[in-house]
């Protein structure tokens, strides 16, 4: 599943300074990609989880159950941070200049 | 590796003592057999139990059919023989009897319906317990589909 | 922003019970063969560790009596065990449900209204 379309909007960047490709590591746009990555991984271990059980019998259904828990909850968490930096950037933007 | 392997485990033990109390209700059928068709009185029966791996996946059944051993975890059990007892028949004078010998002794199998019938039970005991475990598991399973939700 | 590690030590603790209950299952399917002796499954010192599978290894069971025909399961142990261990894997369930919807109030605490 790429997440990548649902926050593209909101990455900043340029002359405003805020990030860019070419400085550190905790740039605005950095952390959202690293937490894109993390999310997505979660997803990728449920799934890998959950298809090694069905196909090949190997593992927990506990265990399957957990990743697929852990991958909701990673997303939910992302949706949260992302809608409150969406309405600080809108809040901002209001402010007169 | 997983509950389904142990449903596979106790299923096996299910079956196993299913076909021990087969057996055992045979010899008791027989109990008074003085004629069989290979000639002689009826000749009991035991059944062998020897410990078998379980496969319950597609891949372990794959490793199994290519002679890979699986691992040393998943032990069910299985009939492996189903052994003739071979003492001497039991002698009973009866001198009227249609299969009694010159001397008038009938040859009887060494079948002790006591003997039996606690052998039953002890079948039917060890077949309950199998039960017994796979409900448990089937309930594990259960909890454990829960956490999805 | 990592939720890798939730229900981690929970999760390890489900999977030793998983094995265990495997090798309840074959004492149980073994009772009546001859020679076969009760198996066991070392305890874990250390369910912190992330490694999903880690070995667990299977071990005799001490200081069971061997009937005549060399078999020492007692089905009465067996029996025991089973409820145990099923009560104990019901009860880690449960204490996962509690930890996951803590973590999901505490992210839903945190929604614009």
Redesign the interface.
């Not at chain 2, 002679?67 to 009227?96: A, C, F, H, K």
């Not at chain 3, 999760?11 to 009772?31: C, D, P, T, W």
């Not at chain 3, 992330?50 to 299977?58: G, H, P, Q, W």
């Given at each position: 599943m790429n997440l990548t379309p649902v926050i593209k909007p909101f990455i900043v960047s340029g002359s405003n300074g805020i990030s860019g490709p070419a400085t550190s590591g905790t740039g605005f746009s950095d952390i959202f990609n690293s937490?894109v990555n993390?999310v997505e991984g979660?997803q990728e271990t449920a799934k890998s989880a959950a298809m090694d059980?069905l196909?090949?019998?190997?593992?927990?259904?506990?265990?399957v159950?957990?990743a697929?828990?852990?991958a909701e909850?990673?997303l939910?968490?992302?949706q949260?941070?992302r809608?409150?930096f969406v309405?600080a950037y809108q809040e901002i933007m209001k402010m007169p200049m | 590796?997983?509950?389904?392997t142990a449903i596979s485990i106790s299923a096996s033990g299910m079956e196993a003592q299913r076909s021990r109390a087969e057996v055992i209700t045979e010899n008791l059928a027989n109990a008074d057999t003085t004629r069989t068709p290979e000639g002689g009185p009826y000749k009991r029966k035991d059944t062998v139990f020897t410990t078998a791996p379980v496969s319950?996946?597609?891949?372990?059944a794959l490793s199994e059919a290519s002679g890979q051993t699986l691992s040393g975890q998943s032990l069910g059990v299985t009939v492996s023989d189903i052994s003739i007892d071979d003492r001497d028949p039991e002698r009973r004078y009866i001198p009227g009897h249609p299969d009694a010998d010159a001397d008038g002794y009938v040859a009887f199998p060494r079948v002790d319906p006591a003997e039996e019938m606690v052998d039953l039970m002890s079948a039917s005991r060890g077949y309950q317990a199998n039960v017994a475990a796979i409900s448990a598991v089937k309930d594990m399973?259960a909890r454990?589909?829960d956490?999805?939700r | 922003?990592?939720?890798?590690r939730?229900?981690l030590q929970l999760?390890n603790f489900?999977?030793y019970l998983?094995e265990r209950q495997q090798v309840i299952a074959s004492n149980i399917a073994n009772v009546d063969t001859p020679g076969y002796q009760t198996r066991d499954v070392a305890m874990p010192i250390d369910f912190a560790s992330a490694i999903?599978d880690a070995a667990i290894s299977i071990v005799e069971a001490p200081n069971l009596p061997s009937r005549n025909d060399g078999n020492n399961v007692s089905i009465d142990r067996e029996a025991r065990l089973l409820a145990e261990n099923t009560m104990k894997f019901n009860l880690s369930?449960q204490l996962?449900r509690g930890e996951?919807k803590n973590?999901?109030s505490a992210?839903?605490e945190?929604?614009?209204s």
């Amino acid at each position: 599943m790429n997440l990548t379309p649902v926050i593209k909007p909101f990455i900043v960047s340029g002359s405003n300074g805020i990030s860019g490709p070419a400085t550190s590591g905790t740039g605005f746009s950095d952390i959202f990609n690293s937490a894109v990555n993390q999310v997505e991984g979660a997803q990728e271990t449920a799934k890998s989880a959950a298809m090694d059980l069905l196909a090949d019998g190997k593992g927990d259904v506990h265990n399957v159950a957990l990743a697929t828990q852990r991958a909701e909850l990673s997303l939910e968490l992302f949706q949260q941070v992302r809608n409150k930096f969406v309405s600080a950037y809108q809040e901002i933007m209001k402010m007169p200049m | 590796m997983s509950l389904f392997t142990a449903i596979s485990i106790s299923a096996s033990g299910m079956e196993a003592q299913r076909s021990r109390a087969e057996v055992i209700t045979e010899n008791l059928a027989n109990a008074d057999t003085t004629r069989t068709p290979e000639g002689g009185p009826y000749k009991r029966k035991d059944t062998v139990f020897t410990t078998a791996p379980v496969s319950w996946s597609f891949s372990d059944a794959l490793s199994e059919a290519s002679g890979q051993t699986l691992s040393g975890q998943s032990l069910g059990v299985t009939v492996s023989d189903i052994s003739i007892d071979d003492r001497d028949p039991e002698r009973r004078y009866i001198p009227g009897h249609p299969d009694a010998d010159a001397d008038g002794y009938v040859a009887f199998p060494r079948v002790d319906p006591a003997e039996e019938m606690v052998d039953l039970m002890s079948a039917s005991r060890g077949y309950q317990a199998n039960v017994a475990a796979i409900s448990a598991v089937k309930d594990m399973i259960a909890r454990s589909i829960d956490l999805f939700r | 922003m990592t939720l890798d590690r939730t229900g981690l030590q929970l999760g390890n603790f489900m999977s030793y019970l998983v094995e265990r209950q495997q090798v309840i299952a074959s004492n149980i399917a073994n009772v009546d063969t001859p020679g076969y002796q009760t198996r066991d499954v070392a305890m874990p010192i250390d369910f912190a560790s992330a490694i999903e599978d880690a070995a667990i290894s299977i071990v005799e069971a001490p200081n069971l009596p061997s009937r005549n025909d060399g078999n020492n399961v007692s089905i009465d142990r067996e029996a025991r065990l089973l409820a145990e261990n099923t009560m104990k894997f019901n009860l880690s369930a449960q204490l996962i449900r509690g930890e996951l919807k803590n973590i999901r109030s505490a992210i839903e605490e945190g929604r614009l209204s």
